[in-house]
């Protein structure tokens, strides 16, 4: 028994040198160690010897049991230092490396622009006012003073939804529930005037266009309005003026010719002079020297009236402009569908500002 047990212990130490792994370390104490290991055959063994070879017996279980459990601690303290040496080797990180590098989108040569717009306009106390691109046909036209005649608001010009609802047209609506807003919150407080209004308003707007290289069925567009009393053309003026070096040049000088719009009275288109050549006349401006950025005008009392807003009082003037073609321009973009097919390798040539 004595010998069989030395033989035991001189085995199992031998093969735990062998052990390379965690793994394997834990199967070898199963199997001398374990419930159903080597050590406890041998001590269930025991019961056949005499009453005075047990204790002497047991005790030598014990020792050896004792010494293969200490050659394990031994063993694993040794292995689990290994492993972690190991993969501190492998997870060595060189801080020399440069870092990768994040890709970047870029913001849409649009949606700059109206930045731009509004950045120039923020600066000359203007606020920026969003509303919904479903629209009654009210707000729309009836509003605005679009008579129940005019040809926008035929089947073919607009995108009807219902009867009375519709795709926007232009974002004139949005002004119109300011100024609608602004006399419900008056009378609410009880004041009998509502208050002066210098807004812009950025959006998407719906015309039921057959798409082409400068034609698109939606498009973005920024109005402007500003009524208070003693508004006059030559505010108006002003303001264009401002907005037209600030974006341009600040050598630019812009003209009005009369136009018509059923919303403002009197109406007017906006020229600036040529970016390209100054004034002097080029393919771009096709010699006239001028290049049209907006129409505008002085908003028509009739609008003013239906808002709420009492015409002799107040008065006020609007602007509209068509971002896609002032973005063309400025970029050389020669198909407005560019903007909408959003093409990468065009996209990113518009990295943002920042
Ligand atoms: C209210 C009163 C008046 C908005 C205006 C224009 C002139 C204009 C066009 C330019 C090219 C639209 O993008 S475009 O097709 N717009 O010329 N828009 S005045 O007048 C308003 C707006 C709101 C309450």
């Keep these: 028994m004595k010998e069989q047990l030395m033989a035991l212990k001189e085995q199992a130490l031998e093969k735990l040198t062998q052990q390379s792994s965690l793994h394997q370390l834990n199967e070898w104490k199963a199997t001398y160690l374990g419930k159903k290991g080597e050590l406890t055959a041998a001590l269930r063994g ?7 070879e047990r204790p002497i017996v047991g005790a030598l279980v014990n020792e050896v049991r004792e010494s293969l459990e200490s050659a394990f601690d031994g063993q694993e303290a040794e292995l689990k230092r290994a492993e972690r040496e190991k993969r501190l080797r492998e997870e060595t990180i060189d801080v020399t490396l440069p870092g990768r590098s994040i890709p970047l989108g870029s913001e849409h040569p649009l949606t700059r622009l109206i930045r731009e717009v509004e950045e120039i306009f923020l600066g000359l106390g ?9 629209e009654t046909d009210y707000n729309n036209f009836e509003a605005l003073n679009v008579p129940r005649n005019h040809p926008a ?6 995108f009807y939804i219902t009867e009375d609802m519709l795709l926007r047209t232009h974002t004139s609506p949005v002004q119109g529930r300011v100024l609608r807003a602004n006399v419900e919150a008056a009378k609410q407080r009880g004041e009998t005037s509502p208050q002066p209004v210098r807004i812009i ?3 998407r707007v ?3 266009d057959d798409d082409d290289a400068t034609h698109s069925h939606a498009f973005m567009q920024i109005e402007g309005l500003v009524v208070d009393r003693h508004i006059r053309m030559s505010d108006l003026k002003g303001i264009l003026t401002t907005f037209a070096q600030q974006m341009f040049g600040h050598d630019v000088a812009i003209r009005m010719r009369p136009s018509y719009f059923p919303f403002t009275e009197p109406s007017t288109e906006v020229d600036a002079t040529c970016y390209s050549c100054g004034g002097d006349g080029c393919r771009v401006c096709k010699q006239t020297g001028w290049i049209e950025i907006l129409g505008a005008g002085m908003v028509h009392p009739n609008v003013l009236e239906m808002a709420g807003y009492d015409p002799e009082e107040f008065t006020g003037f609007a602007f509209g402009m068509g971002v896609e073609r002032i973005a063309m321009r400025r970029y050389g973009i020669e198909d407005i ?6 093409d990468v390798r065009l996209m990113s040539q518009f990295k943002s500002r920042v």
């Design 153 to 158: 608001r035929d089947m073919q010009d607009t």
């Design 201 to 203: 308003a950025p959006g």
């Design 46 to 52: 025991m019961k056949d010897l005499s009453a005075e």
């Design 337 to 342: 569908r560019h903007f909408y097919t959003n």
């Design 126 to 134: 203007f606020q920026v006012a969003e509303g919904p691109e479903v």
């Design 206 to 208: 719906y015309r039921r």
